[in-house]
């Protein structure tokens, strides 16, 4: 695998109206960006490079409020998923029922803990 390196807005999902982006490395499907309108959906499906750990898992969701209560009030959702199955939501379409209690904030779901913790793990 060879890296290239580009200039590639860390927010480009946001520029996205409706249509897909398909990453994929030596042939194998990484992750699929989709954008339908205000909802931006990031899945996850295999991540071959090695990235070094950030701290607390939980710490990175609580982190995450301003970027899901900005979303929200953009009127954008971002749903990541993690080969095919939604685990989290940010923005104006979250419901985060429990998931409010560990994140502290409106507009976090968490819609498969174990999923995403599987997500966390491969990164």
């Known amino acids: 695998m060879r890296m290239k390196h580009f200039k590639f807005p860390a927010n480009f999902l946001s520029y996205l109206d409706k249509g ?27 991540f071959p490079i090695e990235i070094k750990k950030m701290p607390g898992f939980l710490k990175e ?3 995450a409020k301003d970027l899901a209560k900005n979303l929200a009030n953009a009127k954008t959702t971002i749903e990541v998923r993690f080969r ?3 685990v989290l939501k940010l923005g104006e379409k979250a419901n985060p029922k429990l998931a409010k209690i560990i994140t502290l904030s409106s507009n976090i779901e968490i819609t498969n803990l174990m999923k ?4 966390n793990d491969v990164f």
Do not use: R
Request: hydrophobic share 35%; proline share 3%.
């Open 20 to 46: 897909t982006l398909n990453v994929s490395c030596d042939g194998t499907p990484m992750i699929n960006f989709t954008a339908d309108g205000s909802t931006k959906i990031i899945d996850v499906i295999d």
């Open 84 to 86: 095919g199955d939604t």
């Open 61 to 63: 969701l609580s982190e």
């Open 116 to 119: 995403l913790k599987k997500l």
